[in-house]
């Protein structure tokens, strides 16, 4: 069983930076592509940045220029570093996964728990 614990995120001025990260736990599997989903209030849950294990990386437009995405394969931890933020930038922030295990060659997502970002004055 793969386990997906993230940290960070909270409450920000306009302008402000902030960081999520999304550590998964488990044993005996290894993690393809790694993405950041985000979902405000009456809103479906959205791409903001994906990347491969070879770190290419997809940006929605909205956040292109003001977020970093990045991983590290060996602690199998996503990053998320959010500068510039706007008001627009709130919503619930989830990382997703996609691990490979001998049960599920293919992949599985696993998702984390979900993190709050609030961009306010």
């Known amino acids: 069983q793969v386990h997906l614990e993230q940290s960070g995120g909270g409450l920000v001025q306009p302008g402000g930076s902030l960081s999520v990260s999304c550590a998964a736990s488990g044993s005996g599997f290894s993690i393809a592509a790694m993405g950041w989903y985000r979902q405000a209030p009456g809103k479906q849950r959205d791409l903001v940045a994906s990347i491969t294990r070879e770190n290419n990386t997809v940006f929605a437009d909205s956040v292109k220029g003001r977020f970093t995405i990045s991983r590290d394969n060996v602690k199998n931890i996503l990053y998320l570093q959010m500068n510039s933020l706007k008001p627009e930038d709130t919503a619930v922030y989830y990382c997703?996964?996609?691990?490979?295990?001998?049960?599920?060659?293919?992949?599985?997502?696993?998702w984390g728990q979900g993190t709050q970002v609030t961009v306010s004055s």
């Open positions: 997703k996964m996609v691990v490979i295990t001998r049960y599920f060659p293919s992949g599985s997502h696993y």
